[in-house]
């Protein structure tokens, strides 16, 4: 009997002892280090800059960023609200790193893909916590040559948040910079009489969407969707004078368009940073409850076993005490380990109420143009769009007053005679 129950106190012991070291490993968090990536953003130098050819300076535009699919259920914590409104940020923060290299000519925001750039890009968050970012990218220039096509990630540094460490620019900057770079390198690989052909497709596709018939002979396409020129419009040619003029007044709209998503982000910035530390934090935090609420519920069903044989099986009262405690322990330790599920919960419903609100600033806009009385309403996407019908009305006024001009001259020297 006394080695019965020696034998049960060594069993009971050793429970205890796992106990406690289950206990122990489960309030332990990690610090989870990642160090600061850092990308040097591709420039041409001043004197470099002197040099160019403006004739080979290409134009970028850059539509929105497709704000992907997003998974409620994931834990990822990036809702459909918030992508929205991040889908102009990383746009916008492209744009901007494009501008620093010096190397385009005007780079652009669109809202969506309608008129002809020289170059476009395009892209699809895949990916955005505060922690992680990853965006599919593709870029290709007027004639259908793809320069890009490829998806581009990064984590955060474990100070890009830190409230004591103020770390410059975005924390996704070398994103954006690797980017940028991957553009640069292709634009460099092209000669100058590629650019400059690049130019003009682009001009006559502009022209091809107003006037079909008087510009599609230029152009040739192949079934890939590749084009080339087969001709070049002269300078002088009154119908191509035309449509550069129609082409300047959708510029001063792009513009204002830039100005709007300048406001935008301006507003966005501080609510955004603020989602995306919450977020960081909640992502790890989310993952270290997930870590020890695995070992808390491993550790209770350890200390409920133990505390069941020690209490049921033990005949010392120290024994059938121990087997009590170890019973109450697991309960508390189950007990504890679903009160953190429901703190991430809270968290996630924190997010997503921001989320909302960033989503609720992206409120139509009403654009006046100055040389015309033109009120655009709606979203800017529902603008872009107006904007194109106006466009055709711009050209068949322009297409009136050169008629008129040319009635007018030809009157005149029927007079002569």
């Known amino acids: 009997m006394w080695q019965s129950n020696t034998n049960m106190s060594s069993v009971v012991g050793k429970l205890l002892c796992g106990i406690f070291v289950a206990l122990l490993a489960s309030a332990c968090s990690t610090f989870e280090y ?42 990822d914590l990036a809702y459909s609200s918030v992508r929205q409104s991040e889908s102009v940020w990383f746009t916008s923060q492209l744009k901007e790193t494009l501008e620093q290299s010096n190397a385009w000519g005007i780079v652009r925001a669109l809202p969506k893909r309608t008129l ?6 395009t892209g699809k968050l895949i990916e955005s916590n505060g922690e992680f970012v990853k965006i599919k990218v593709k870029a290709e220039d007027s004639s259908g040559r793809v320069w890009l096509d490829q998806a581009f ?20 900057q070398a994103t954006f910079s690797e980017i940028a ?22 001009k006559v596709l502009f022209a091809r969407d107003f006037v079909p018939d008087a510009f599609s002979e230029y152009l040739a396409e192949t079934d890939d969707g590749r084009i080339s020129l087969l001709r070049v419009p002269a300078n002088s040619d009154p ?12 510029d001063l709209f792009v513009d204002v368009i830039q100005d709007y998503y300048r406001t935008f982000n301006r507003q966005m910035e501080g609510p955004y940073q603020e989602w995306r530390k919450l977020s960081y934090k909640q992502v790890l935090y989310a993952r270290q409850l997930d870590a020890q609420a695995r070992k808390q519920k491993a550790a209770s069903v350890l ?32 007990r504890l380990s679903l009160l953190k599920s429901d703190e991430a919960l809270s968290h996630s419903d924190a997010l997503r109420e921001l989320g909302e609100s960033l989503e609720s600033q992206l409120a139509p806009s009403i654009v006046d143009l100055q040389d015309r009385s033109v009120t655009l309403t709606g979203t800017v996407e529902d603008q872009f769009g107006e904007w194109r019908r106006i466009l055709g009305e711009m050209f068949i006024l322009e297409e009136g007053a050169l008629s008129e001009t040319v009635n007018d ?5 029927q007079e002569d005679d």
């Open 181 to 202: 770079n991957a553009l640069f390198n292709y634009q460099a690989s092209l000669s100058a009489d590629e650019l400059r052909q690049i130019r003009t497709i682009t």
């Open 153 to 172: 990630e990064q984590q955060a540094s474990s100070y890009a948040y830190h409230p004591e460490i103020d770390l410059p620019g975005d924390p996704f």
């Open 116 to 121: 002809p750039m020289d170059v476009i890009v």
């Open 239 to 250: 119908m191509m004078q035309r449509v550069e003029r129609v082409r300047a007044r959708n």
């Open 303 to 334: 200390a409920i076993a133990g505390g069941v044989l020690a209490a049921v099986e033990g005949d010392r009262g120290t024994t059938r005490f121990a087997g009590h405690m170890g019973i109450f322990a697991g309960a508390n330790l189950f």
């Open 34 to 75: 990642h160090e600061t990536k850092s990308v040097k953003i591709a420039r041409v130098d001043e004197a470099q800059e002197q040099l160019i050819d403006e004739s080979t300076l290409l134009d970028v535009g850059i539509v929105l960023f497709h704000p992907g699919e997003v998974d409620l259920d994931a834990d």
């Open 409 to 413: 001259a030809s009157g005149v020297n």
